[in-house]
């Protein structure tokens, strides 16, 4: 067989040795499903020409600004911003933060061209103010390019795309910090014996999640980066989120039970991923990454948006060490041992429950609003203290020393909406969990079951855009709440009965039953399987009230 047509970037034997040239040397589908379908099964992952020829195709298909940077500006460019430094000794652009370029299998001479690469982005790209992911990028298809001015254009039209429905590649600390937090949330959905692995052995578990890019744009050695990015080109930002999960669903199964290796879970992580081939294969990281039922694209923009909104308010768009750092400290140490009172859970209980919480609320610190000790036993003043508050955590003690509760999504005022008559509202962030005599938690059915349900086809006066129907002049306003049950064909009401509330009681999922019932008077209370949570009984199915706590999610710097 004739030897690759590997460019002078490339170290043969390396290269060689980390992917053998046996595949096809032609493509020729068109349709978007079929490219999709040969992207998962690595159709081109055995063809260095054939790869080079896809991305060439896929990214020249990309929608870009009407003024995209070219191979032609980097001719002229690269001259002047290099100067006659040593390529090797380069500095790289600020927006990278100190992440180091990966060999992959680049010689010293492809390294030096990544750095070049770099700095010229940087200066046809000065609104790029934070993109960790860029030298891997950049690294990889450069082993795939004619040369560095066809790399450097590549990289462009991915950097330039101005399709709104798809998202490449995050350019600001803003978008990075929010989508750590999104793939934050999805591990707390998708992967909860990760998640709790992470509770237990990390102090701040959104720093070890902040590293999940990390884990893809550096850490993963290039058969399976490649094989990623082969997916990525066709699918968007989406399959980053899977093949993370991934990850950790495999780190988990692999270290469950044992030690960690260095005073870091992040650390281990990291070498897990580096090593990853010890582990699985490159087919089976992708068959366990495409295995797991994510929530729609649309439902992920939503959960994103919300994420950068809740960034936004609390003044963290940009990295600023001494600022970011203190702020970010803040996001799983927000339960103080020295000032949190609860007559129903201990500190490390109510840290459990906030790291169940939405990374965005998890910025929060608790703050008691209703107190069944302080205030009565009184569902109209549990009412008048929760309103104006959203989300809020309900939490229930028994006389049998039973712990229970619910993180409810909505304004208890949504109540008042239903003319008096009892009627359920919230979101599918709503869950309900005991904490004694064990802990469990139940998440919203449609979670874990995404078959009981299909997104509502769009019509032609329903854009891809999630919009809304304030008439708010702020889009983030605007915004449909993430898991809103209207964005689902529901078979019946009783999957989405999340909360509600009358004079005469408290319900908490419904649909063949009700996870929690509380009586007006705070006294009684009942809970069995209901359809919204498919839940066991949070307790004994009748208790009797020993107290009622509320608690408020606060800002650290509005108090």
Not at 100 to 118: D, F, H, M, T
Not at 474 to 484: C, G, K, N, Q, T
């Amino acid at each position: 067989m004739d030897s690759p047509g590997y460019n002078c970037f490339v170290d043969r034997d390396k290269m060689d040795a980390a992917i053998q040239d046996l595949g096809p040397k032609e493509l020729s589908c068109t349709e978007l499903q079929e490219l999709k379908q040969l992207a998962r099964q690595g159709y081109w992952a055995q063809s260095h020409a054939l790869r080079g020829k896809v991305y060439q195709r896929l990214i020249r298909d990309i929608p870009c600004r009407t003024v995209t940077p070219d191979a032609s500006v980097y001719s002229d460019i690269v001259g002047k911003i290099v100067g006659k430094h040593s390529s090797s000794y380069l500095p790289l652009p600020e927006f990278v933060d100190n992440t180091q370029v990966p060999s992959y299998c680049l010689n010293a001479r492809g390294e030096g061209a990544v750095r070049k690469i770099l700095l010229c982005i940087a200066n046809q790209f000065p609104d790029i103010s934070f993109c960790p992911a860029l030298p891997a990028v950049v690294a990889l298809l450069l082993h795939y390019s004619i040369d560095e001015a066809e790399c450097f254009e590549k990289a462009c039209r991915i950097l330039a795309c101005n399709d709104p429905g798809r998202r490449l590649i995050d350019q600001s600390f803003l978008a990075f910090e929010s989508s750590c937090m999104t793939f934050g949330d999805l591990v707390n959905k998708y992967c909860q014996a990760a998640h709790k692995l992470m509770v237990a052995v990390s102090e701040d578990v959104l720093q070890v999640y902040a590293d999940w890019q990390r884990w893809l744009f550096g850490e993963l050695p290039l058969c399976y980066f490649a094989r990623v990015f082969d997916v990525f080109l066709v699918e968007g930002y989406k399959v980053l989120y899977r093949v993370a999960l991934a990850i950790l669903k495999f780190f988990h199964k692999v270290r469950a039970g044992q030690p960690l290796e260095s005073d870091s879970v992040k650390q281990d992580i990291r070498t897990f991923v580096k090593d990853i081939a010890k582990t699985v294969s490159p087919e089976k990281l992708l068959e366990k990454a495409f295995a797991i039922r994510l929530f729609s694209r649309k439902e992920i923009q939503l959960l994103q948006m919300a994420n950068e909104k809740a960034l936004k308010q609390k003044g963290i768009t940009v990295k600023q060490k001494s600022v970011s750092l203190s702020k970010r400290q803040f996001v799983h140490l927000a339960v103080h041992a020295e000032n949190f009172r609860s007559e129903i859970v201990s500190v490390r209980e109510m840290r459990d429950i906030w790291s169940w919480v939405p990374e965005r609320f998890a910025l929060c610190q608790p703050l008691l609003l209703f107190s069944s000790l302080q205030h009565g036993y009184s569902l109209a003043r549990f009412y008048f203290q929760c309103e104006g508050h959203e989300p809020t955590l309900l939490l229930i003690k028994t006389t049998q020393k039973e712990v229970c509760g619910a993180y409810l999504s909505t304004d208890w005022s949504e109540r008042n909406k239903f003319g008096g008559k009892l009627g359920f509202f919230g979101t599918g962030e709503c869950f309900v969990f005991r904490l004694q005599p064990e802990v469990q938690r139940y998440e919203w059915v449609v979670i874990k079951h995404p078959e009981l349900t299909k997104p509502p086809p769009l019509t032609a006066a329903e854009p891809t855009a999630p919009l809304s129907h304030s008439a708010s002049s702020d889009p983030a306003d605007r915004l449909s709440p993430f898991l809103a049950t209207r964005h689902f064909n529901l078979p019946s009401k009783t999957e989405s009965m999340f909360m509600a509330g009358g004079s005469d009681c408290l319900i908490v999922g419904g649909g063949g039953g009700q996870a929690l019932y509380i009586d007006g008077d705070l006294n009684r209370g009942r809970t069995s399987h209901c359809d919204t949570f498919n839940n066991q009984p949070l307790c004994s199915e009748n208790f009797l009230i020993a107290a009622v706590e509320a608690w408020g999610f606060q800002d650290p710097d509005t108090q």
